[in-house]
């Protein structure tokens, strides 16, 4: 049988963003595969040093759409570290409730593609619609819905304003409520089962080649997550678990994302019971912002985003602009690797869900 | 454990279950029919009150993606610390981080909650926010800056200060100076927007000197200084900084201390470096000489830029130290000799000649200096002290501040005795010179009787005292009393004896144009105690060195000279620069002095030296 070459993307409805993979098949069976990345490339890297420490506020976030908190986190992270700031406690609080919305709507928007990769559009829309909630209570915290720029340097941006307590209790319980709904038309559905049961195995081997984190490690039984390794912000202050599976398929990885917003919902009650009502939320740098200089010295940072581990590298001359950073996005071993190595031998429409459960996200790669 | 996940059992009902949707309510709205609010926080279009912003260009500044130019309009009006530019945003690129917002200098920039706008003409993107907003429709405010997201530091760093209790037993000076550390604290508040430039009347390039400090390049900082002010350890003590009222930073916190840190790079830089970083050299020798008559910061000023342009200058100066009123009149806790004698040593050391102990009209004529020299630079000061010419005032125990802060400055040098104060002092006037005597003589009492016993009264109530805020404050802390909106009737003499001050209630000062003219309350009257009056309403000028038939060829405004832009006076080789001039400082006498030496080197190179 003949050969075709298929371009999946950079226009695709499977496809995550602006990427490609260029497919040759035999079929239905992928031959070969090779991630072409280069569509989004905006050198976010480059244009970090040539930017004020506090003008990458704005631009840091774009590097994940979905989830562009864990940015600005590592960002901070890695400046105080080198600085040697401490960060109020409430700041801690607080970055951590941010941390934890933003892990629910990622995962929601993530769990939400899978219904457009198989069919099963019901599936997108309610968590398109779910994830609104969150973006709401972002909208309030921090003024706008997808680019909070709200983890700084030193803590966060303002304290959290009045009267969103309650505003996130009942989002909480309501996304709650949801979860049940979702594995009714979701997880036990026919057509999920079939089509990720046993798909797009990736083991433990295979993560630990690849260094692949999140739930993609997990879910093949290892209980790697930042959050209890290497505590940050006020984890160490609440209780969670790490829901972890062992089948390491594509549904394995989907079904846990729902596990963990239960615990991020979990998180987040307990951020609101225990936080202090009181206190400072950043500490100030010396200066106006336009003359803030950071000390010279390198550090890395990292966190559990939604896709694994998350990291920025940052040097500092003593200039009033990095010197360098370097992001470690957590989908980029599958998402470049992973693809050339191991999509050949699955079928065409699996491509997309590899894409999708692995949460390839292109601004990792075209950094 | 086993780690494979497994779902909830499937009920036989689940299908139905989906019934439920049927009744439940959307999430999603109608859109243009349902309006969305926008949460109270949001960030949506910019406003901005024109009447609040001084168009200090910050925004810009901070802008990270470049969506703000600063647009000028004629209209609006400048002045010093106010630019008539106004942001304008050009929504193509603005991001929303609202970073503007919370940099904003005056506070006038804040978003809305308004986020719609629907063109096809790309021009509409750009738009120069104002009160109205994007479209004229009121929209409630939105994300505006508070406390935690402010990008400016608004508090000063604190400058080290003797005690009061400490201070006032001896002329040590006050103020003790920025540290390295501190200097670089204080710099990095500046937002270089340089709108104390216009302030300063030798628009002195500030933010670049601050900007040296910052990078802790203080050679070029002293470069920055010297393009401007060849007096920069005296101005960065003494000068009456209208800059810091102009900075940008004092809208919403303390302005940059800019006069703190000129002295930083003065004090900072060794004389003997001077030479090496200024490489300040005559151009080439013009062959012609110019005679200056004074030594105050106008003369000195003129000095150094003649020389300078390759002139052979001297300077005539009746006393026996060059300074003028640097030198006798401002007390030494504010100025010390040796900080002043570092700028005059550069000064001299560029070849300018002192030629002490000379009062012209008197050692020397006029004319005798016009056949040595090819033009002459007229610097005399405001030499002589005003009376109030009431009752008593002929007593030999009511003096006149200026004589006496002379005197003692040239005791605190060992030039003369002690001069002598009462133990019961009344001074008269509510300026910086009645500060500067009050304080003065509170030190020698102190030092004297253990006690200070200094009252000041002044027509001015305490908000209309010309004397500066910190200056009034200090002298309290020191023990000096003010009696604000007293003015003197009579000096009370009893036996020929000073016994005290009859005072009558001044209850206003100003007339409804603003002027001097002060009415008074005959019947409200106290007496103050006093053995020393001492008088400190102001100072004259002293002519008598100018010949009759000069002084008929001169015009006058007052008791100033009238001279054009560049110090030339109606008589063309004479020129004129600094209190018989504009008065009322030392900075505007270093700009009248670099003006008058444009001017003299333009009459002497045959040029105009208003073209
Ligand atoms: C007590 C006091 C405190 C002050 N404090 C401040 C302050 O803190 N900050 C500030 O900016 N300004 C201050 N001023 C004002 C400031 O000192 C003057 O504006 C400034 O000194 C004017 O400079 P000038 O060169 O015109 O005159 P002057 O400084 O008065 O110098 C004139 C010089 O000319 C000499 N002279 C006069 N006649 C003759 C003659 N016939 N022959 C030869 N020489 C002659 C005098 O001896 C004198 O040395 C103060 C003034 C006084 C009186
Ligand atoms: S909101 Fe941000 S991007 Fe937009 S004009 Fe202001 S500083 Fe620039
Ligand atoms: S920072 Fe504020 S005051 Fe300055 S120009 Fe911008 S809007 Fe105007
Ligand atoms: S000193 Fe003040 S007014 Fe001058 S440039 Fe700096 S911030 Fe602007």
């Known amino acids: 049988m003949k050969e075709f070459e298929l371009f999946f993307g950079p226009n695709h409805p499977g496809m995550h963003g602006n990427f490609s993979v260029h497919l040759r098949v035999d079929g239905d069976t992928v031959v070969k595969a090779k991630p072409v990345p280069g569509f989004l490339h905006r050198g976010f890297e480059k244009l970090m040093e040539r930017r004020l420490w506090i003008q990458n506020l704005a631009l840091i976030p774009r590097i994940c759409v979905p989830e562009p908190d864990i940015n600005e986190m590592v960002y901070a992270m890695a400046v105080e570290k080198i600085a040697g700031i401490e960060v109020p406690e409430k700041a801690h609080w607080i970055r951590t409730l941010i941390l934890e919305l933003g892990r629910i709507a990622a995962h929601l928007f993530s769990i939400g593609g899978i219904g457009g990769a198989t069919g099963l559009y019901t599936f997108p829309y309610w968590a398109t619609a779910d994830r609104d909630s969150v973006l709401d209570i972002f909208e309030h915290i921090s003024g706008a819905r997808i680019y909070h720029m709200y983890i700084i340097i030193g803590g966060v941006r303002k304290d959290l304003p009045e009267g969103i307590d309650s505003l996130i209790r009942e989002t909480m319980d309501y996304l709650e409520s949801r979860i049940p709904e979702y594995i009714d038309l979701v997880m036990k559905n026919r057509i999920i089962q079939t089509r990720l049961r046993g798909k797009l195995v990736l083991t433990r081997e295979m993560c630990e080649e690849m260094c692949i984190t999140g739930v993609g490690l997990r879910a093949t039984g290892v209980d790697y997550d930042i959050r209890k390794y290497d505590p940050y912000a006020a984890y160490e202050w609440v209780d969670f678990d790490i829901p972890v599976g062992e089948d390491g398929d594509a549904f394995t990885r989907g079904y846990l994302k729902l596990l963990e917003i239960q615990q991020s919902i979990r998180i987040i009650r307990q951020v609101l019971d225990k936080m202090p009502k009181k206190g400072p939320v950043n500490v100030k740098l010396p200066g106006n912002a336009l003359k803030w200089r950071i000390p010279p010295g390198e550090a890395y940072a990292h966190v559990e985003s939604s896709r694994g581990e998350y990291g920025y590298y940052v040097v500092s001359t003593g200039e009033t602009t990095p010197y360098r950073v370097h992001v470690r996005g957590a989908s980029y071993p599958q998402g470049l690797y992973g693809i050339e190595k191991y999509l050949p031998g699955t079928r065409i429409e699996d491509v997309p869900l590899w894409l999708g459960t692995m949460d390839v996200c292109p601004p990792e790669i075209d950094r | ?611």
């Not at chain 2, 926010?129 to 608004?154: A, M, Q």
Request: overall charge negative.
């Open chain 2, 1 to 611: 454990m086993n780690k494979r996940l497994e779902l909830p059992k499937k009920s036989f009902w689940s299908p139905a279950s989906a019934l439920k949707y049927l009744v439940k309510k959307p999430v999603t709205i109608r859109v243009p029919k349902t309006y969305r609010e926008a949460s109270p926080r949001y960030r949506g279009f910019h406003v901005n009150d024109w009447d609040k912003c001084v168009g200090c260009g910050t925004c810009a500044e901070v802008c990270p993606t470049d969506a703000i130019h600063m647009v000028e309009f004629e209209e609006i009006p400048t002045e010093p610390g106010k630019r008539n530019w106004r942001p304008a945003i050009d929504y193509g690129r603005c991001s929303f981080c609202a970073l503007c917002v919370d940099v904003c200098t005056t506070g006038s920039l804040q978003m809305t909650r308004e986020y719609i706008h629907i063109s096809r003409d790309p021009n509409t993107f750009f738009f120069v926010p104002n009160e109205k907003g994007i479209h004229s429709v009121e929209y409630p405010v939105g994300y505006e800056r508070d406390e935690d997201s402010d990008l400016l530091d608004l508090d000063r760093v604190e400058m080290p200060v003797i005690e009061p209790q400490e201070r006032v037993t001896s002329f040590i000076e006050m103020v003790r100076g920025y540290s390295k550390e501190q200097a670089i604290a204080e710099a990095s508040r500046c937002v270089e927007c340089e709108l104390c430039r216009s302030a300063c009347p030798a628009q002195m390039h500030i933010p670049q000197y601050i900007h040296q400090i910052w990078k802790d390049n203080l050679d070029e900082g002293l470069r920055y200084l010297y393009k401007t002010n060849p007096l920069p350890e005296v101005c960065g003590r003494v000068c009456t900084h209208k800059c810091e009222t102009a900075c940008s930073i004092g809208h919403r916190g303390e302005p940059v201390a800019i006069r703190w840190l000129k002295r930083y790079i003065a004090d900072s830089v060794p004389l003997e470096r001077y030479h090496e970083i200024l490489d300040a050299k005559p151009v080439k020798p013009a062959g012609k000489s110019v005679g200056v008559i004074g030594s105050g910061p106008a003369g000195l000023s003129a000095a150094y830029y003649l020389v300078l342009m390759g002139y052979d200058v001297t300077i005539y100066e009746a006393k026996s130290r060059p300074g003028g009123v640097m030198r006798y009149g401002i007390p030494r806790y504010r100025l010390p000799d040796d900080v002043l004698d570092k700028d005059i040593a550069f000064i001299e050391s560029l070849g300018v000649r002192f030629v002490m102990n000379t009062k012209v009209g008197v050692d020397i004529t006029l004319s005798e200096l016009k056949q040595r020299h090819d033009a002459i630079v007229l610097a005399v000061g405001f030499t002589k002290g005003r009376s109030t010419k009431v009752p008593g005032s002929d007593h030999p125990m009511v003096l006149q501040a200026l004589p006496l802060l002379e005197k003692i400055r040239d005791y605190l040098r060992g030039d003369a005795p002690k001069p002598a104060v009462t133990d019961d002092v009344v001074v008269i006037g509510g300026g910086n010179v009645a500060m500067d005597i009050a304080r003065s003589v509170a030190r020698l009492q102190k030092q004297e009787y253990g006690k200070v016993s200094v009252k000041v009264a002044c027509l001015e109530s305490e908000k209309e005292m010309p004397a500066d805020k910190e200056e009034i404050e200090e002298a309290l802390e020191e023990g000096v009393e003010i009696h604000p909106t007293w003015g003197p009737r009579q000096f009370l003499v009893e036996n020929g004896e000073l016994k005290g001050v009859e005072l009558k209630r001044c209850i206003r000062v100003f007339d409804e144009k603003g002027k001097f003219n002060p009415i008074y309350n005959e019947n409200e009257r106290k007496t103050l105690t006093a053995s020393m009056v001492i008088e400190a309403i102001g100072q004259a000028p002293d002519y008598s060195l100018l010949p009759d038939e000069i002084c008929q060829k001169l015009d006058f405004v007052g008791a100033r000279l009238l001279t054009d832009e560049y110090g030339q006076t109606s008589i063309p080789w004479l020129f004129a620069a600094g209190d018989i001039v504009h008065g009322p400082d030392i900075i505007h006498a270093i700009e009248d002095g670099h003006r008058a030496a444009k001017g003299v080197d333009t009459f002497l190179t045959g040029g105009n030296a208003n073209e």
